[in-house]
């Protein structure tokens, strides 16, 4: 795969990973009326659980999902692909970070901006 293929993919995971999220935290976290979207994480919290390590549990299911995948060349369900766990752990990822950022305290309005590591020319455009 060369450079262009791989950042296509990034592209469409990103977009694909933010879809899901929109659809999945409404049953997550109790409802398209729900306060917190956090919430089902940290309900971790009534089991001695941190958040994260509730999450990196979570986690763990995926990656033992592509292990076996690795190891054998299929999964046995059916409806869950290598590719959905590997999207899975996209948002579990991104949910970590909305964690930390949240036990820290930060308003979501007051999260800066990343200052960019580096430039893509025209990735930018790609991704709207």
């Not at 950042?7 to 109790?30: F, P, W």
């Not at 986690?59 to 060349?73: I, T, V, Y």
């Not at 369900?77 to 930060?106: H, Q, T």
Request: proline share 5%; with cysteine; charged share 25%.
């Amino acid at each position: 795969m060369n450079k262009q293929a791989l950042l296509k993919v990034h592209t469409e995971t990103c977009r694909q990973a933010l879809a899901i999220m929109d659809v999945k935290n409404n049953d997550y976290s109790g409802g398209e009326h729900a306060h917190d979207a956090l919430a089902n994480f940290k309900a971790s919290e009534s089991l001695g659980l941190h958040p994260i390590t509730g999450l990196l549990l979570r986690m763990q299911d995926k990656l033992q999902r592509l292990r076996s995948f690795a190891n054998d060349g299929k999964l046995a369900v059916p409806n869950e692909s290598a590719e959905d766990a590997c999207l899975d752990l996209v948002n579990y990822a991104i949910l970590a970070k909305a964690l930390i950022i949240d036990e820290r305290g930060i308003s979501p309005e007051d999260v800066p901006e990343p200052a960019p590591m580096w430039s893509y020319p025209g990735l930018d455009d790609e991704l709207e």
